[in-house]
Structures are given as structure tokens and as C-alpha cells.
């Protein structure tokens, strides 16, 4: 389809909808392709951020977990570096890449956002490493990432970056949901995740599958295989690598909604964090997700030495178990970056016209030939 017909599409779909969604200025920011409203990918309004001053109702079950959890994980890092056998300490990153993507190609991209399909055996990897990871099942995961996009930066986002780092972070863990997330979520679609029956076994037994994915057989390994002793093997490979990738995940909430630039739209707080992206598997360039929240990639292309996520869906769709992946077309981009990225955005490829001349004359060409 060339770009004259998509533009018309895309405002062909918007006319629908309005038509559909008296509500649609409720909505805070996009989080499927038919949500834009623009040619661009845009709403049609600007995104409004706001928090109440709704007294926070403090859940200690969570606070004394989550306590426990971070002190046990300072000793599980002191063991890790200092007392863990070297099969110890692999197989912990083993497990924090695996319950990263499970996460990140899992929860994130594949069933919150839909932004490529895959068959039943990279689904079933993909829960297994979800299941490792602790965060919910994947159904409830997904509907708060939804939540966090379409509502954006208000009460009824469920880490709303509004209420500062901490409470983005993990705060929002230890408190009451808002009323107004619980009453905005009742109208979010979840139909296409509750269809898969590998999801749906997931959530039902979720009880009895995350203790032993998260918790016993991190434990049970090292000691079987390469007789490491429990406690060891419990500290660092259970408790230290889950809150290391809990926080990791936490990260994307708070930092990349803090620090970084915005070159794709300047008006929301989800910002370009390289740092984050290194340790988040590829999830940190977060102005670009925000922007473009089906792309599969999660960021432009030639960033994927920083985007593991994308190399491992790629991978898969090598061997045809992921496939029907979305992204976002040049032109697209381009003209969001000029109507509302805030000017970072620098360089759009090889031949770019703002492409300095001297780096073009220093740069390093293999097999060069000019047409
Ligand atoms: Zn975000
Ligand atoms: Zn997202």
C-alpha cells in the first residue's frame, strides 16, 4: 500500500471510530495501530496527564514481601559474586535472559500489544520463561500493560509516572489500585488473550506453576546437577535473579517514563533510556514505544545491538514460529519526529541530508560501489 492510500485509511479509520467512541478523549495515548486517530499514528488530542491526591491504602502483605524479597536479594548477590560455583552464577543469567524474554517477547509484545503472532511451540517457551519471570500470568500482566497505554500517565494507568519514580517503580505494588483503574478496566478487551488456551492454563494454574518455575527448580538444579548447596542455590538463582529482573522490568516504568530524549513526541513522559534498554533486553527506547506501541522491534531499526527482544522474535521467524510482525513504515516516522519529537532524532540512515560530510567521508564502506 503506498503512503497517499495509508494516510487516507488511517483517517477513514478515525472517522469510525469517533463515530463508535463518544469517549475517545478519556484515552490518553494509543495501543493498537486502529487507535491513532491521525495519519501520523497520533490521537487527536494532546495526552493530558494528571494524578488525584486519592489517599494511598497501603497492602502489607506486599510491603513485608517485597521487603523480604529486596534484603534476601542483597545476600543472594553477595553469594553470587563471592560464594556461588561459576555453574551457579551462568545458569542465574540463564535464567534472567529466559525470564526476561519471557516478559519482554512474551507478555509485552506478543500478548499485550499484538505485535506479531506466533505457533503454539514459541507460546508454550514463551510462558514457561513468563512463569519464570513471577510478574502474574500473562492475561494479567497484559491487561495492565494495556491499561498503562491506553490510559497513559493518568489514575487509571496502573504505574502512573505522574506520582514519581518510586511510585512507578514499585510503589504501586504496595498500595490499593484507584478506583479509576478498576472502573476503566472493566471496558478493556481481553477476549483475544482469554481464546488461548496455553494462556488460559497458565492463568488457571498459576499457583502451582510459579512457585516451581520461579522458586524450586532454580533451587533444585544447581543442586542436582552440579551439587551446589541449597541455600546457595535458593539466594542467587531464586531470589537474587528475580528481583534483579523484577527491577529491571520496574525501570522501564519509572526511569524510561523519567530520563532520556523524546524524538518522537515531546508531549508524554516515556523517554529514550540506552540503559535501561542494555538490561531490559531491548525495552528502553520507550518515546519510540509510547509512539508506536505495535512495532515489534519497540524502537527504530539499527538498534538492535541493544534489542535482544528483536533478535530472538527475529530468530523465530527464521524458523517460521513468529511471523506476522508489524512495524512502522520510514515515512511514518519521519513525519511524526518532525510534528512533535523534540528535535533529538538525528540521523534517518545512510544518505540522510543531515548526514555531516565528514562523517560520510570517515565512514567505513565494505564492497563500495556508487549507481
Ligand atoms: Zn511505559
Ligand atoms: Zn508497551
Known sequence: MDFESELQNCSNKSQKRNIMAPNASDVNGV???????????????????????????????????????????????????????????????????????????????????????????????????????????????????????????????????????????????????????????????LSDLYADPILRFQKKYYLILMPIACFILPTVIPLYYWGENWVTAFFVAALFRYAFILNVTWLVNSAAHKWGDKPYDKNIKPSENISVSIFALGEGFHNYHHTFPWDYKTAELGNNRLNFTTNFINFFAKIGWAYDMKTVSDEIVQSRVKRTGDGSHHLWGWGDKDHCKEEVAAAIRINPKDD
Not at 520463561?129 to 495492565?144: E, K
Not at 504496595?174 to 478506583?179: A, D, E, I, N
Open 31 to 189: 495501543l493498537f495501530e486502529d487507535d491513532a486517530a491521525t495519519p501520523d499514528m497520533a490521537l487527536s488530542n494532546t495526552p493530558v496527564q494528571k494524578a488525584d491526591n486519592y489517599p494511598k491504602k497501603l497492602v502489607w502483605r506486599n510491603i513485608i514481601a517485597f521487603a523480604y524479597l529486596h534484603i534476601a536479594a542483597v545476600y543472594g548477590g553477595y553469594l553470587f559474586l563471592f560464594a556461588a560455583k561459576w555453574q551457579t552464577d551462568i545458569f542465574a543469567y540463564i535464567l534472567y535472559v529466559m525470564s526476561g524474554l519471557g516478559i519482554t517477547a512474551g507478555a509485552h509484545r506478543l500478548w499485550a500489544h499484538k505485535s506479531y503472532k506466533a505457533k503454539w511451540p514459541l507460546r508454550l517457551i514463551l510462558v514457561f520463561f513468563n512463569t519464570l519471570a513471577f510478574q502474574d500470568s500473562a492475561i494479567d500482566w497484559a491487561r495492565d500493560h494495556r491499561m498503562h497505554h491506553k490510559y497513559s500517565e493518568t489514575d487509571a494507568d496502573p504505574h502512573n509516572a505522574t506520582r514519581g519514580f518510586f511510585f512507578s517503580h514499585i510503589g504501586w505494588l504496595l498500595v490499593r489500585k484507584h478506583p479509576e483503574l478498576k472502573q476503566k478496566g472493566k471496558g478493556l478487551d
